[in-house]
């Protein structure tokens, strides 16, 4: 009988603590290792015309005269009821037919051009549950169904959204494989480039995320009193400038902390979405975050003897829900005191998207067929007008609208 399974009568010491977790993690070691597929279970499924259009501006008329017309044109595939289906990688082919031969070519190819800087994101706020691992992961996913390339990167060693692209951090990033190898000090760092990897999606990598991560605090901490350089001001940065050519966006997850590991990610960052939701508590810690981050920024200012700044910071609404009136009130409040700041476009809270991620998934991947209809097409439509707001903003950063 192992530690768990005995009745416990006696007072709790630390030994037994550490009991609980040994037996806990071999028991689920033994569970993740036999449901765990290595070849990955997870594949992309596949969209229909009407995505299509919406994902990449071909219209519907244009794009049946393109099927019946233009024999170059990639080819669908279709289902025993005749509906046309694409795969995500046919979907860049067709972008890169029409840039080649439409008229507006251009408009086909969203992503960067040439002299337009790498567009770098991060989710941040230290209230657990306010969204940044959902917002992370739909904005990355949709911006690479739009045609961007993108790099997601999990800085949060609780790794919530390496999961959702179906890694199991704690069995696989325990010790080695996280973004945490690119940041460290000692003789063990490597290039960003080794611990990216490709995922089922298409057109999105992922440098994973995991318990190791939590050592950069402490090791930060420590190479600060050191003067060692580049210091975590920059580390990031620099890591980054290596594969920015690789990219057009790169979509941080931060922690539900302010720490070292939050502010390289900001410090590297190009624009900042805080995730809130519009109740009392979270506002109110929202206000320290805002303070305490104002002031650390101050200091690195003063370290690294240079401005930090962003092209935009914008507060997104989180879990809203219309019907409820404190927290309309709330959002309106928001509205009132950060002015423009704040993203027309909330993210409202439903069913389809909680659900969705019981089983790691977006609502960008469930099958529809799974879902209340209604249901999914409302977070779809509320999740997309959040992402082309947030597009538009990264547009400007390159000078277009
Ligand atoms: N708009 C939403 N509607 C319903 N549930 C949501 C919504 N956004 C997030 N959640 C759920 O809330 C939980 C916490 O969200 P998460 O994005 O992980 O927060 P954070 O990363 O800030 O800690 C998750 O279980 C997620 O599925
Ligand atoms: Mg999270």
């Known amino acids: 009988m192992n530690e768990i399974d005995r009745p416990d009568h006696g007072r709790i010491d630390s030994r037994r603590i550490t009991g609980f977790a040994d037996s806990l993690a071999s028991s689920l070691d033994r569970q993740m290792k036999h449901a765990y597929r290595p070849e990955g279970q997870k594949k992309q499924r596949l969209f229909s015309a009407r995505e299509l259009t919406d994902l990449t501006g071909i219209s519907a008329s244009n794009l049946r005269l393109r099927h019946n017309e233009d024999p170059e044109f990639p080819p669908f595939e279709s289902d025993a009821r005749g509906h046309r289906w694409y795969t995500a990688e046919t979907m860049d082919r067709i972008r890169d037919h029409m840039f080649r031969t439409a008229k507006n070519g251009e408009a086909f190819r969203p992503g960067r051009r040439e002299g337009d800087s790498l567009q770098v994101i991060s989710t941040v706020n230290f209230k657990g549950g306010s969204g940044k691992s959902t917002t992370a992961v739909h904005l990355a996913q949709r911006y ?97 400038d290596e594969v920015e050519k690789n990219y057009d966006l790169v979509i941080i997850d931060c922690p539900p902390q302010l720490g070292f590991i939050t502010l390289s990610a900001i410090a590297a960052s190009t624009g900042l979405i805080v995730t809130v939701v519009p109740s009392m508590f979270d506002v109110a810690s929202m206000s320290q975050f805002l303070k305490l981050a104002g002031e650390l920024f101050e200091t690195i200012e003063q370290l690294t003897n240079r401005p930090v700044s962003w092209d935009f910071l914008k507060f997104l609404l989180t879990r809203y829900e219309p019907s409820d009136a404190p927290q309309t009130q709330m959002a309106a409040y928001l509205r009132s005191i950060l002015a423009g700041h704040v993203l027309t476009e909330p993210m409202l809270k439903s069913t389809a998207i909680s659900d969705a991620g019981i089983t790691q998934q977006t609502i960008y991947e ?15 439509t509320s999740m997309n007008a959040v992402g082309d707001e947030i597009e538009q903003l990264i547009q400007n950063s390159w000078g277009r609208n």
């Open 366 to 380: 469930v099958e529809p067929g799974d879902f209340v209809k209604k249901t999914l097409e409302r977070a779809v």
């Open 144 to 240: 690479a169904l739009r045609g961007y390339r993108v790099l997601a990167i999990d800085m949060d060693p609780q790794g919530s959204l390496t999961t959702m692209f179906g890694y199991r951090p704690e069995l696989e990033f325990s010790e080695h494989g996280t973004v945490y190898d690119a940041l460290r000090y000692d003789e063990l760092q490597v290039p960003i480039s080794q611990v990216i990897r490709k995922t089922y999606f298409h057109n999105l990598d992922l440098a994973p995320g995991g318990l190791a991560l939590a050592e950069y605090e402490t090791t930060t901490a420590y190479a600060l009193t050191r003067k060692i350089v580049p210091s975590f001001a920059q580390r990031l940065t620099f890591q980054l």
